[in-house]
């Protein structure tokens, strides 16, 4: 009921946008960009997430950062972050001018909540090579929940990061963020797993997802979130629970597009061709499926309420 709760409060206070089947969304969630030292996870798939974004934003896409995008948990001064991972904050900054950045925040990243942190570590940056302030996401304002409203079915989508009601992860977040950053981030490295985290520990992953689920049943709204690393994306008779995955596979990245009125899941990865020259590939995974597919108010939508889940599904 906590879980329920917690969420709620967040749709009521969400940003709500509405949208026709010509807008295009990419939904993407923890990436954990760090200072590309050891820890960095996400230094792997830097170049997948760099080839990603400018693919969505010549396409005219709208990114929204479906929270940790910056793992301000574990690397203390997001000025470390930002100079490690340049290109990628280029790219984002071309997205915020054209108004087509949206984002949200996370546990990993729950300073964005605080107005004063936003503006003094995010609206501005200091270039050493010219020697002044320069401009990154002036009057960036983080939010915690998205609402999509279709225009076609006036359907709503609910877009959060999912941390919420996850009692180490949400209540006790302070805890959490002091052991990774002087515990489990050295732990990781010589094979042991930060027992909080749901994306380390199936039992509290289905348990979280569970939570989801029983929120989707009560409420009757589409659900896109992130926060277990699990990417899902639903049968057309599962609730309509999607999860964007991860950026830090080691497989690649994964993430949630709406398009042309269609909802579907994409996989990019570096893949050889016949002839062993590496490639950047887009795969669709699940879908396309029309949104109004997935609108629990439809009578003739039709849904068989499993709240546990297939511990083996992937996606």
């Known amino acids: 009921m906590f879980t329920d709760r917690k969420l709620t409060n967040a749709y009521k206070d969400g940003l709500v946008i509405n949208f026709d089947s010509s807008a295009k969304f990419i939904f993407f969630s923890d990436c954990h960009r760090g200072d590309d030292s050891v820890s960095d996870e996400f230094s792997r798939n830097q170049i997948i997430f760099l080839g990603a974004l400018e693919y969505y934003y010549s396409h005219g896409y709208t990114y929204v950062e479906v929270g940790d995008g910056d793992d301000l948990w574990e690397h203390k001064h997001f000025k470390h972050i930002r100079l490690a991972h340049y290109d990628v904050f280029s790219v984002l900054k071309k997205l915020y001018e054209d108004g087509r950045f949206i984002l949200l925040y996370g546990n990993h990243n ?40 279709y225009k076609k079915t006036d359907q709503e989508i609910f877009v959060i990061h999912g941390h919420q009601g996850d009692f180490m992860n949400d209540q006790f977040w302070l805890v959490s963020k002091f052991l990774l950053r002087y515990f489990w981030r050295f732990m990781h490295l010589v094979g042991f797993q930060n027992p909080s985290s749901p994306a380390r520990n199936y039992y509290k992953r289905h348990k979280v997802e569970r939570n989801y689920k029983k929120w989707i049943l009560r409420h009757k709204k589409m659900l896109i979130c992130g926060h277990t690393h699990r990417p899902k994306f639903p049968k057309l008779d599962e609730l309509p629970y999607f999860n964007t995955g991860s950026c830090i596979n080691t497989r690649g990245i994964s993430g949630i597009e709406i ?57």
């Open 259 to 315: 398009v042309d009125g269609h909802i579907l899941m994409v996989e990019w990865r570096i893949r050889p061709d016949k002839h062993g020259t590496l490639h950047l590939d887009r795969h669709v995974k699940r879908g396309p499926e029309p949104i109004e597919t997935f609108d629990c108010n439809n009578k003739d939508f039709k849904y068989n309420v499993n709240l546990n889940g297939d511990p083996d599904e992937d996606c």
């Open 110 to 149: 729950i300073f964005l909540k605080n107005p004063k942190y936003v503006c003094s570590n995010y609206y501005h940056y200091y270039d050493e090579y010219y020697q002044e302030k320069v401009e990154l996401f002036k009057d960036i304002k983080p939010i915690e929940a998205l609402v999509l409203r």
